[in-house]
């Protein structure tokens, strides 16, 4: 589109301003081509006819969803306005001072300290894409350290700006983001070296100007070096131009360097009183400007926070006193007086105070001084003469003498820090920083201006070859022709002062002349240069200056003290009396060979671009200009080595208040450091560019439905484009972006508002219309209503009779009449009714009262049952424990027996012969026992498959009762069917019947008469047809009670049953009995079904019989000729024709809801049974456990009886003791084949008994519930619908309860069952153990060692030298993944545990000592080796946890020992204490903690931002805006990216980890705690440091985003961790973004409602605040200001970022272990073999 055809009405252009420089208007009548005039409206409201050349139209003003964009070249018109206004918008409303320009970063000082310079901020730019975060230096620094890392190359930060735009602290920033961002790991705090440096060289740098408290009067590069893991090693600087003139010289209001005043303030201290100083107002170098003090500068604090910085570097007291020394000689030198003797002479007097002190500091001759300081010495070819000099020319030699020791103090300190911050290794890479003036311009401009500008122009030049060097890259790289754009070359500038015979060569030429001028030189100038060099010109009014045109401006220079200051000599004797000094830091300034200032050469190695000439001897010494050019040189290689970043600092105004925008002053900065020309050179090629995927998500409104079905958006943007812009030179399409020309953006924007203003317009149209249509119909409506009733009352007056009148009366007389029978006849159906429901009602809760007292009988016979059983229990226990003591008795007084025979073995040898015999006898014994146990197998195995016949035959049956089961549900689903189908015909029927009715009932309006008597005739028939169902309503009552009294019997009978069942369960046993109890339930539920059938049959057919007499008693002809119109209306308001139909519906609902509930109750039965029937299968398997279990013990038994007759070889008397244990075991198996007899007897008997007992009871249930539901069927017949759903109900309450009844009754039998189980199984245990401890009495009288046998008490025997295979298999070698399944939490450690309870119960205090030591140590090995690894981390903070437990609840302590079991009494500790110990693992605990919290965040942390902010949850409610040259990283569509989903699975990973490893539920409540305020605090901080971030529709996708949060909070059961509570400074925010920020009641809402956020969070959200669409308001700075003021009151920490390192602190709550030591065992898989349990 051309450019012309934007200048149409509502556009806003940028005209000239005097004041404002620009300022804007809104075109107020479309602009034709060749209109000489342009009709405008200024914002004040003035219309303007703004004279315009077709040529040059007035740059057209950006839409406002551009305006205040983070990169200047994201703006469609590039122009000086746009860029103005947009760096206004930003500074002034959003109070933000960093904004890009393409690869510069444009800083605007505050002149006010704000909160975005802390190390939260540092760690928030750390490792984030330049594009991602909002403008910042650390983003610049981040950038440089990214790029050095990444490509292995240097770089370069190049900051400049004039006086007081804040260079110097960007400078210090960058600096110390590498110092933060890139901490060695050694002890030499190299990093704290570096940014010391910048308080010293301040201090003696540094000085006050009128423009600047802290300006900067030199130029520093200080080069930060970093080795091969990217560390800060070192750092090296170098220094340009110093401004030796001010140490002589200050300007009103302005002051020295700052290190004299420091020096003055400090006069006082002990340690400064020999250099005899005062305060500065004492000093000539001092007081010069009058302005001594700056305004809230501490000159004392300073100077002791220089002498920190100096020790700091290592530079010890003595070097700091010599520094002062000569500083102070300078202040006294500067004192001096000099008085003038006659006009051509001068003196000093020798007895000047100040004099004396500057020789005695220096250690000089005071005559010597006093004389040369006033004469020269003139040295000729044939004498030497020494001449007098005139006061004027003794004191320029003073001064002389002053700057020229105070420079070379300056470049002594420089080389000391340089020295101060070498590195003993090789540098790999390194990042510069240069600190440089800028473009200086003043009234008077001199030397130093000269020289300054220069190195400007130099670095402009390299500025702009980078920038075309980038434009071409890019292009190359999106494959888009390159074209050479026109852009300012400066080098013809450059030429003109340092190429041959150019400026500097000519003022070095004069310099060397005895007699050169400055005059001279102007002359050389005038005629070398003038009308031959445009860029050179000659003042029109002066013949002293000249006028050179620089990029930026043209200046004017004074050629006044240009060869002086260009020359800067000192007098050869002054030197010379400075080298005879005594004081050696004097003496080496001025020696021929001094120590080179700038270690560079030994790191760097750089050659000069243009050769530099040497000096051909030492009386030729390079100029000041010289030097400063070789510099020079020597920088621009250096910088074109590197990769260079930009920082252009700007003074937004001269009076420097903070935040007011001086739009001149701005403008000047601008242009002097080439962004205006950066933005012109980007304006003329293609400065907007959309990668494809943002365009389409941008410009899709756009798009027809044709378009948006191709699938490739890349084609679809490039179809959409060449629609939309017909001029295809405006665009170019690039491999991964679309380039714009100027202004096709907002050309774009400007069709997209249009589409969007359309399509509301037509969603207004639509919603307008219809309001319209509904206010039409409604008027309409009620213009017809009045109407009718007009009309009607009309026709009313005029039809108004007597006769009328007569006849009304007497209808409204019938009709009360009428009305007040069917009100009285429906009242008492409603009393009857709600009697009945009483009734019933009153007679269930009795019911259900008796069922749940008689079950709390039941449960305290059940109590009492369980009690008793387990008070058998205990005193078996009691028993076991009491057979145990005698049974070691005995076997002490067995021990001392065979003591005593052991010592009459040697005469016992001789018996040896004679026992050989009987040894052949028991060999015969043994295989006999032998056969007997051959035949106890084989009767276990007919055993075992006699139960497997048995589950078989079971389980069978179990399927046959689901088939039929299955087929019952079917046959109740047909059947509900037809009740449904039935019920529908029945309504259809209803309904064809009520349509007769009415249209019957509307013929006959004429027969009211006869109507009357019908009516008392039915009213008399109601009444009897009342008082009959009254009687039969007494009748139901006593046969109610009757029902009653029934079920009391029958509850008695129930209760002789179960006392004779209760005589046969001591005999019982489960699977036969609950096969048949299977069948009886199955026959109940088949009769039940029966009688449920038979039922709804019945009501079937008294659901007929209702309807025909229904039908039947109304006689339709009769009611026709009868009833009226208005009778009939009456009838069906009271509903009573209506009457029997709904009773016959609530019957049928009844009955539906009752078959539901008996099917549901059914379904339950069979679930029980199918249970009851696993249950037995169980125990079938217990059976034949335990009869393998018998097997192994008598395999035991032979085991045992062999080794003893195989030992009776070696000790014969032992024989007898053998064979009474022999004996002893042939009663155990004669006992043991008894009781398996008698097993069987019973196995045997029992089926048999219970089969009849069943029958029995089963034919008397049986006969008594057929008795009933014959008298039930009988009186269900002569009831009515309503009772007769309730009778129904309480039959089913009767037989739900007996099902009960008989459910408690099985309960009961198993739990006496099980009993007894339990008791035989004790029986075989206790065998078991005494032949266990028969077995041990014979090991023990073999070996002689009197120990005894024990139950496990809970330790690990273990030996001292297995200390180290513990720990090495249980911690240093324990792998959680694979083993934390199938063990208990906390194994490990209550293992460990019951090796220290092992030590203690040695009272082996140095085996406990060496044991708690190592197991320490092993967990701080773990700790160490794998302080990255979750798993490992999560696994030992557990077990550490569990540790710490069980030292405490065993330690013996009371308070610890509340829930203890008495047995883990007995347990704990008896001889040490461990507290030491516990205190020791509760700090390494600690530790682990922090170091698990640490790796979670750090995985999580990556996940936040793209998860939390950048991704969208909710789709297609955000829209991209244009993003400028710095594009952001994420792209759409990138799939690699996190989502909310990878942060919630991170979080189900950590937690279900955590759940594996068993760590305690408080302790993963603080994790959790403590990650959702990482996700709370990065998001927020991320949030502050994103102005594209800032909108409405964000703040949606946040609030969803924490919705999700608190789902997986609930679903994981965690919201008592308060971590819902941390993230309410971030929901708070999100909410902030959503609410309306307009009124002063928004502004009240907003401070009652963001009470987690502070005044400083609240303000920076509110001004970062972007709208995405035009349709979006922006938010006022007058708005801003209101919520300011409301929050004054508010006490906060004045802090913008929260502290994402923040740890919440940590309690371990101390939860007893519920495992018993004693059960505990070791797997096999620890490897732990070696240890024993005890």
């Known amino acids: 589109m051309a450019l012309g055809e934007l200048y149409t009405q509502y556009n806003r252009v940028w005209i000239p301003d005097n004041e404002e420089v620009w300022q804007s208007a809104e075109i107020t009548k479309n602009y034709k081509a060749g209109d000489r005039f342009l009709h405008v409206q200024l914002e004040d409201g003035t219309e303007l006819n703004y004279p315009v050349d077709p040529a040059a139209l007035p740059p057209l003003r950006n839409p406002d969803i551009l305006v205040g964009e983070n990169d200047l070249t994201a703006l469609s018109y590039l122009h000086d306005p746009a860029v103005l206004h947009n760096l206004k918008v930003r500074f002034v409303e959003s109070k933000l001072i960093y904004t890009y320009s393409g690869i510069i970063l444009v800083a605007i000082n505050p002149y006010k300290q704000l909160p975005i310079y802390g190390d939260a901020i540092i760690h928030a730019y750390s490792g984030q894409n330049m594009g991602d975060m909002d403008p910042h230096i650390f983003a610049v620094a981040e950038e440089a350290y990214k790029q050095m890392a990444r490509n292995n190359k240097n770089q370069s930060i190049i900051v400049s700006g004039e006086s007081g735009a804040g260079k110097t602290v960007s400078a210090r920033y960058t600096m110390r983001y590498f110092a933060t961002v890139s901490k060695s790991s050694s002890n030499a705090h190299v990093e704290d070296k570096v940014l010391a440096s910048n308080p010293i060289t301040e201090a003696v740098g540094n000085a006050k100007t009128t423009r600047n408290d802290n300006s900067s009067r030199f130029g520093k590069y200080t080069e930060i070096s970093f080795d091969q893991t990217y560390q800060i090693i070192g750092a090296n600087m170098r220094t340009y131009l ?271 002349l005895p007699h050169g001028t400055d005059e001279n030189w102007l002359q050389k100038l005038y005629n070398n240069f003038v009308n031959k060099n445009a860029l050179f010109e000659k003042p029109r009014m002066s013949n002293t200056s000249f006028i050179i045109q620089h990029f930026a401006d043209k200046v004017e220079y004074k050629c006044e003290g240009f060869l002086e200051k260009n020359r800067d000599t000192v007098h050869e004797v002054l030197i010379e009396i400075l080298k005879a000094s005594q004081f050696p830091l004097c003496a080496n300034f001025f020696q021929d060979n001094p120590v080179s200032v700038s270690p560079f050469s030994s790191t760097i190695n750089i050659k000069s671009a243009r050769p530099v000439l040497k000096a051909p001897n030492k009386q030729l010494r390079m100029t000041v200009g010289s030097k400063f050019r070789s510099s020079l040189s020597l920088l621009m290689v250096t910088l074109n080595a590197t990769t260079p970043h930009y920082v252009r600092c700007i003074k937004p105004n001269d009076e420097k208040l903070p935040f007011e925008f001086d739009s001149k002053r701005v403008a000047q900065q601008l242009r002097a450091c080439g962004v205006l020309e950066t933005i012109r050179i980007s304006a003329q090629s293609y400065p907007s560019r959309w990668t494809y995927i943002e365009f389409f998500s941008r410009y899709s409104i756009l798009m027809t439905q044709q378009e948006l079905s191709i699938n490739d958006k890349k084609q679809i943007c490039k179809i959409v484009l060449q629609r939309l812009i017909q001029d295809h030179n405006q665009y170019q399409f690039g491999r991964t972006k679309i380039f714009f020309r100027a202004g096709q953006v907002a050309y774009l924007e400007k069709l997209r508002s249009d589409t969007l203003r359309h399509a509301c317009v037509t969603i207004q149209r639509s919603v307008r219309g219809w309001l319209q249509r509904r206010r039409f119909l409604r008027v309409r409506q009620a213009a017809v209503t009045i109407q009718q009733y007009f009309r009607g009352q009309r026709t009313l007056r005029k039809a108004i009779t007597a006769t009328a009148l007569k006849q009304t009366w007497a209808a409204i007389t019938i009709q009360k009449y009428c009305r007040g029978y069917l009100v009285r006849r429906l009242c008492q159906l409603i009393h009857v009714a709600a009697v009945t429901i009483q009734a019933y009602t009153r007679g269930f809760l009795a019911r259900r009262k008796y069922r749940k007292m008689l079950e709390e009988h039941k449960a305290v016979i059940l109590q009492k049952y369980a009690r008793a059983w387990l008070a058998r229990r205990r005193f078996q226990n009691i028993r076991r424990f009491v057979l145990n003591i005698q049974l070691s008795y005995r076997v002490q007084q067995l021990q001392k027996k065979i003591e005593e025979q052991s010592r009459e073995n040697h005469g016992l040898l001789e018996r040896l012969t004679s026992l050989a015999s009987t040894h052949i006898n028991d060999v015969e014994m043994i295989q006999k026992l032998e056969l007997d146990l051959e035949k106890l197998t084989a009767q276990k195995r007919t055993y075992e498959e006699k139960g497997k016949k048995y589950k078989e035959d079971s389980e069978r049956r179990i399927l046959k009762l689901e088939s039929h089961n299955k087929e019952l549900q079917e046959q109740k689903e047909t059947l509900e069917i037809k009740l449904q189908e039935k019920t529908e015909e029945m309504k259809e029927k209803m309904d064809d019947l009520t349509k007769q009715l009415f249209n019957d009932v509307q013929k006959e309006e004429n027969q009211r008469m006869i109507l009357e008597k019908n009516f008392q005739n039915q009213k008399q028939d109601y009444e009897k047809e009342l008082e009959l169902l009254k009687g039969e309503i007494k009748i139901l009552k006593e046969e109610k009670a009757q029902l009653q009294n029934q079920i009391q019997q029958e509850t008695v009978i129930q209760d002789d049953l179960k006392m004779e069942v209760e005589q046969l369960k001591k005999q019982a046993q489960k699977i036969p009995e609950l096969q048949k109890e299977i069948e009886l339930l199955q026959t109940q539920k088949l009769d039940a079904e029966k009688q449920a059938q038979s039922q709804k049959r019945e009501l079937r057919e008294k659901m007929s019989e209702v309807t025909k007499q229904l039908l039947e008693s109304y006689d339709f002809e009769d009611v026709r000729s009868r009833l009226s119109t208005e009778d009939l209306e009456h009838l069906n308001e009271d509903g009573e024709l209506w009457f029997a139909y709904e009773g016959l519906k609530k019957a049928t609902r009844v009955l ?113 519930e057929v008795d009933i539901n014959e008298r039930l069927k009988v009186k269900t017949q002569e009831m009515e619908g309503l009772s007769n759903g309730l009778v129904q109900n309480e039959i089913q309450d009767e037989v739900q309860s007996k099902i009960k009844q008989e ?252 759940c594996q490893n068993g760590l305690d539920s408080e302790l993963l409540k603080q994790a959790v705690k403590q990650l959702f305020f990482l996700i709370g605090a990065v998001t927020l901080n991320s949030l502050f440091l994103r102005k594209d971030m800032c909108s409405c529709r964000k703040g949606m996708q946040i609030r969803c985003n924490i919705s999700y949060l608190e789902e997986w909070l609930k679903d994981k059961n965690l919201q008592s961790s308060n971590a819902k509570e941390t993230l309410e400074p971030l929901s708070q925010a999100a909410w902030l973004l959503q609410v309306k920020k307009i009124t002063d009641d928004d502004a009240k809402e907003i401070c009652e409602h963001c009470t987690s956020l502070s005044t400083v969070q609240i303000v920076k959200i509110l001004n970062s605040y972007t709208p995405i669409d035009d349709f979006e308001k922006r938010v006022t700075p007058s708005f801003v200001r209101k919520v300011q003021a409301l929050l004054n009151n508010r006490e906060d920490v004045p802090q913008l970022m929260l502290d994402t390192k923040y740890l919440f602190q940590v309690t371990f709550p101390f939860t007893p272990s519920p495992h018993a030591l004693e059960t505990i065992q070791v797997p096999s898989s620890f490897k732990l073999g070696f240890l024993t349990r005890v």
Request: proline letters at 2%; one cysteine or more.
């Open 1303 to 1554: 459910t408690t009754r099985l309960t009961a039998e198993n739990m006496e069952l099980e009993e007894k189980l339990d008791m035989k199984n004790r029986i075989i245990k206790k065998l078991e153990d005494q032949i266990k401890t028969l077995t041990k009495t014979i090991e023990k009288a073999e070996v002689h060692v009197p120990t005894l046998s024990k139950e496990y008490i809970g330790m690990m025997e273990y030996k001292k030298e297995d200390e180290e295979r513990i720990i090495q298999n249980l911690i240093l070698d324990l792998k959680p993944r694979g083993v934390v399944v199938n063990m208990i939490p906390g194994l490990p450690a209550h293992i460990l545990f019951m090796c220290v309870r092992y030590a203690d119960y040695l009272n082996d205090a140095d085996m406990l000592k060496s044991f708690m030591n190592v197991t320490i140590d092993g967990i701080k090995q773990v700790f160490k080796e794998h302080s990255e690894n979750f798993e490992m981390l999560s696994f030992w903070l557990s077990n550490t946890y569990y540790f710490l437990n069980c030292l405490k609840q065993y330690s013996g302590e009371e308070e610890f020992m509340k829930c203890n079991t008495p047995c883990q009494n007995k347990n704990c500790l008896k001889h040490f204490d461990l507290s030491e110990y516990r205190q020791i693992l509760s700090d390494l605990a600690i530790r682990i903690y922090h170091q698990f919290i640490i790796v979670m965040e750090n995985n999580l942390q990556p996940m936040i931002v793209p998860g939390m902010l950048e991704y969208e949850s909710l789709q297609g409610i955000s829209g991209l805006k244009p993003t400028g040259f710095r594009k952001r990283s994420s792209s759409i569509d990138d799939t690699d990216t996190y989502t909310m989903t990878s942060i919630l699975q991170q979080l189900s990973y950590f937690y279900s980890t955590m």
């Open 242 to 512: 110093l401004e030796k003139s001010r140490v002589v010289f200050q300007s009103e209001n302005e002051r020295n360097y700052h290190i004299f005043y420091q020096l003055c303030a400090s006069a006082m201290q002990p340690e400064f009183k020999h250099l005899k100083l005062g305060s500065a107002e004492e000093f000539n170098y001092t007081r010069m400007g009058g302005s001594t003090v700056i305004e809230g500068v501490d000159d004392r604090a300073n100077m002791v926070e220089t002498q920190k910085t100096f020790a700091l570097l290592g530079l010890k007291e003595d070097f700091q006193m010599d520094v002062f020394k000569m500083l102070a000689a300078i202040l006294h030198l500067g004192n001096m007086e000099i008085t003038a003797v006659g006009d051509e002479r001068s003196t000093i007097s020798l007895e000047n105070k100040h004099l004396n002190i500057f020789c005695e500091l220096l250690d000089l001759d005071c005559d010597k001084m006093a004389q040369w300081l006033c004469h020269r010495k003139i040295i000729t070819t044939s004498e030497t003469v020494i001449k007098p000099m005139t006061r004027a020319q003794a004191v320029n030699a003073r001064d002389a003498l002053a700057k020229k020791i105070y420079s070379h103090l300056f470049d002594f300190i420089v080389e000391r820090i340089n020295q101060a911050l070498q590195f003993p290794g090789k540098q790999h890479t390194f990042i510069g920083v240069l600190d440089i003036y800028g473009f200086e311009t003043f009234d008077v401009n001199s030397f130093e201006q000269f020289c300054i500008n220069y190195a400007n122009e130099k670095l402009q030049q390299q500025f702009n070859l980078h920038v075309f060097k980038l434009e071409q890259e890019e292009y190359m790289k999106e494959d888009i022709p390159w074209t050479l754009i026109d852009f300012y070359d400066n080098q013809p500038v450059i030429d003109l002062i340092e190429a041959k015979m150019g400026i500097l060569e000519l003022l070095d030429e004069e310099c060397l």
């Open 1152 to 1264: 539906e809801t009752h078959f539901q509930s008996q099917k549901e109750i059914y379904e339950k039965e069979i679930e029980g049974l199918n249970f009851k029937v696993e249950h037995l299968s169980q125990d079938i398997n217990h059976l034949q456990k335990l009869f393998r279990e018998e097997n192994d013990i008598n395999d035991g038994i032979r085991f045992e009886v062999s080794r003893l007759t195989s030992e009776n070889l070696v000790i014969p008397d032992l024989k007898q003791q053998v064979s009474e244990l022999e004996n002893q075991k042939l009663d155990l198996e004669n006992r043991l084949q008894e009781q398996t007899a008698k097993l069987k007897e019973l196995s045997n008997r029992l089926p048999c008994e219970l089969e009849g007992n069943r029958t029995h009871r089963r034919t008397n249930e049986a006969q008594n």
